[in-house]
């Protein structure tokens, strides 16, 4: 059967459609658009903040990715932390350091860097040249300590923005770009400011006058040359001397002579004003790494005595709660705690230090 | 797309449909409002004809001409227009049987019987009412393929390529369909559960 071809049934079927309807649907169709392109700015907005944070994530990642690896792509420089130990061969090389500062070493030298950190960067060169520079004018004291001369050890103190260079081959030589460096002869415990544009190196005939550094501290032992005590070494900068002696090796780690420093200085110079931040070295020292709490008691009950409303002085009767507690003598805790919180009872430590003589 | 065009909508109008795209190409919202009123009856005859029921149809023609007057840029011939948009019209309204067509299966909408009285124009010759009677019986029981090229082929009257042009599928995939829903149509207008033959 066939459809008939003239007759066409798409004209035969009634379409239920009226005008109305298409009035309907075109005002559907106006808000239906108009909701589209609110939706549209909606998500415009969203996918533009998304993005944004995006970038922003994408920003910090990419810098916290490229700033270690950058430095040694863009020259031989290399960040160094505290404890590394760096030795040249034939050519020179440059480093970082995490307070911005930057050293150029020059070939055979020899350097250790003792501390490098927000309060202090240390370094000791033992052999060979180095210059320093940086450019920040940040405060954090930097020390170059030359060694491998003996009793001839001189250090350099330099803070703010600096340029320097010093070598220690056949003698100790500083010279001086930009800034001032302090030089410390320790033999002599002579302090001597080197400005921008001058040089120096130590002089003939202090280097016959030299004597030991520990005979310089104790002037008694003295074998050679005229009492300390009596000539060049007054007893301010004897007391100096033995502190940077004890706080360069507690930062070496050398913890027995450091303590045995402290305690010198604690009993031979009880007036000088770092007699107490000795005596509280002394006391950590001896708590914490020397198992010697009766002597930690000791150490702090001195600085409470010597300086009684100093700025260690809380932190020495919290030191002398905790020794007492190490050796569970539960009376002399307590007697201590009851000290303690007469004084610093509104303290934040307070809480801990109620809680410190409880189970013994 | 010519039987299209012989029931033309009431012009509001007497302008050129390509002047009328044109316009509403570059935005001109006026054009669109007429381009819709022009064509929202031969959206809706398209869509009725495929489904044979009234179903959803103004939301067919909404959608058809919300994604006509999205895209309309990308219309690259005005005069194209009508074919183009009865693509658009048909391929939401397939998306619509299909739907449909789902949703009865799991259960959620209930099958509805085409009124095929309301269809019919009281006018048509007899041949006609038996053919489409026939057709509007047994379309429900085909595949959606199958029954969009019988629609489009025996009551839109298009060609075989009008049909590929229309449904967008590959030529011999569309004569395969036409020719099974042909036999299919041809054994319900022979046999005795022919609806057409019992009622004309």
Same mark, same amino acid.
């Given at each position: 059967m066939k459809l008939v071809k003239e007759k066409h049934p798409v004209n035969y079927i009634r379409v239920p459609w009226t005008d109305r309807q298409t009035n309907r649907t075109w005002l559907r169709l106006a808000a239906q658009e108009d909701q589209d392109l609110v939706t549209r700015r909606r998500a415009f907005r969203?996918?533009? +903040?998304?993005?944004?944070?995006?970038?922003?994530?994408?920003?910090? /990642?990419?810098?916290a990715w490229k700033v270690p690896t950058q430095a040694p792509l863009a020259a031989k420089e290399v960040f160094v932390l505290a404890g590394a130990s760096v030795r040249t061969t034939a050519?020179?090389?440059?480093? +970082?350091?995490?307070?911005?500062?930057?050293?150029?070493?020059?070939?055979?030298?020899?350097?250790?860097?003792?501390?490098?950190?927000?309060?202090?960067?240390?370094?000791? +060169?033992?052999?060979?040249?180095?210059?320093?520079?940086?450019?920040?004018?940040?405060?954090?004291?930097?020390?170059?300590?030359?060694?491998?001369?003996?009793?001839?050890?001189?250090?350099?103190?330099?803070?703010?923005?600096?340029?320097?260079?010093?070598?220690?081959?056949?003698?100790?030589?500083?010279?001086?770009?930009?800034?001032?460096? /302090?030089?410390?002869?320790?033999?002599?415990?002579?302090r001597t400011l080197v400005h921008a544009g001058q040089q120096w190196a130590p002089e003939n005939e202090l280097a016959a006058a030299i004597v030991p550094s520990a005979t310089a501290i104790a002037p008694e032992k003295t074998s050679i040359g005229e009492p300390l005590a009596t000539s060049v070494v007054t007893e301010a900068s004897q007391a100096q001397a033995l502190f940077k002696r004890a706080d360069s090796a507690y930062v070496n780690g050398q913890?027995?002579?450091?303590?045995?420093?402290?305690?010198?200085?604690?009993?031979?110079?009880?007036?000088?004003?770092?007699?107490?931040?000795?005596?509280?070295? +002394?006391?950590?020292?001896?708590?914490?790494?020397?198992?010697?709490?009766?002597?930690?008691?000791?150490?702090?009950?001195?600085?409470?005595?010597?300086?009684?409303?100093?700025?260690?002085?809380?932190?020495?009767?919290i030191g002398r709660i905790e020794a007492t507690a190490q050796l569970k003598d539960s009376v002399g805790c307590e007697q201590y705690q009851q000290a303690y919180l007469s004084r610093f009872a509104a303290s934040v430590n307070a809480p801990r230090v109620r809680r410190m003589c409880t189970g013994l | 797309l010519g039987l299209i065009a012989q029931n033309p909508v009431p012009l509001p109008e007497r302008v050129s449909d390509i002047d009328i795209?044109?316009?509403?190409?570059?935005?001109?919202?006026?054009?669109?409002?007429?381009? $819709?009123?022009?064509?929202?009856?031969t959206a809706?005859?398209?869509? $009725?004809?495929?489904?044979?029921?009234?179903?959803?149809?103004e939301d067919i023609v909404q959608e058809s001409f919300a994604t006509a007057l999205a895209t309309l840029r990308n219309l690259s011939a005005a005069e194209a227009f009508l074919a183009w948009f009865a693509r658009i019209v048909t391929g939401k309204?397939? @998306?619509?049987?299909?739907?449909?067509?789902?949703?009865?299966?799991?259960? $959620?909408?209930?099958?509805?019987?085409?009124?095929?009285?309301?269809?019919?124009?009281?006018?048509?010759?007899?041949?006609?009412?038996?053919?489409?009677?026939?057709?509007?019986?047994?379309?429900? @029981?085909?595949?959606?393929?199958?029954?969009?090229?019988?629609?489009l082929r025996k009551v839109e009257q298009l060609s075989v390529d009008e049909i590929v042009d229309r449904t967008g599928w590959p030529l011999g995939t569309v004569k395969r369909r036409l020719t099974r829903a042909r036999e299919r149509l041809e054994e319900c207008l022979e046999g005795p559960r022919g609806t057409g033959r019992e009622s004309g």
């Open positions: 969203w996918l533009s +903040l998304a993005a944004a944070m995006l970038l922003l994530v994408f920003v910090f /990642a990419w810098r050519k020179v090389e440059s480093f +970082l350091f995490s307070d911005g500062s930057k050293i150029t070493l020059a070939a055979q030298s020899q350097l250790q860097v003792l501390r490098s950190d927000d309060t202090e960067t240390r370094v000791t +060169l033992g052999a060979g040249a180095l210059k320093i520079e940086r450019i920040s004018s940040r405060n954090v004291p930097w020390n170059v300590q030359l060694t491998g001369l003996g009793p001839a050890d001189v250090e350099m103190q330099a803070s703010g923005a600096f340029s320097f260079r010093c070598a220690v081959n056949d003698s100790v030589k500083l010279e001086v770009f930009q800034g001032s460096v /302090a030089v410390v002869e320790h033999a002599t415990l002579r913890l027995v002579e450091a303590a045995a420093d402290f305690a010198k200085l604690m009993t031979k110079f009880p007036k000088d004003p770092r007699a107490p931040v000795a005596a509280y070295q +002394l006391g950590r020292l001896r708590l914490a790494s020397l198992g010697d709490a009766a002597g930690a008691v000791e150490a702090f009950t001195f600085v409470l005595r010597i300086d009684p409303n100093g700025v260690s002085s809380e932190a020495a009767e | 795209v044109l316009a509403a190409q570059s935005g001109d919202r006026r054009a669109q409002e007429q381009l $819709f009123r022009r064509y929202a009856r809706a005859g398209i869509a $009725f004809r495929l489904i044979g029921q009234d179903i959803e149809i309204t397939i @998306a619509v049987i299909r739907r449909r067509r789902l949703l009865t299966r799991l259960g $959620f909408v209930r099958a509805k019987e085409a009124d095929l009285e309301a269809i019919i124009s009281k006018d048509a010759p007899a041949e006609i009412v038996i053919e489409l009677r026939a057709l509007y019986a047994l379309i429900d @029981a085909l595949p959606t393929e199958e029954r969009v090229v019988l629609v």
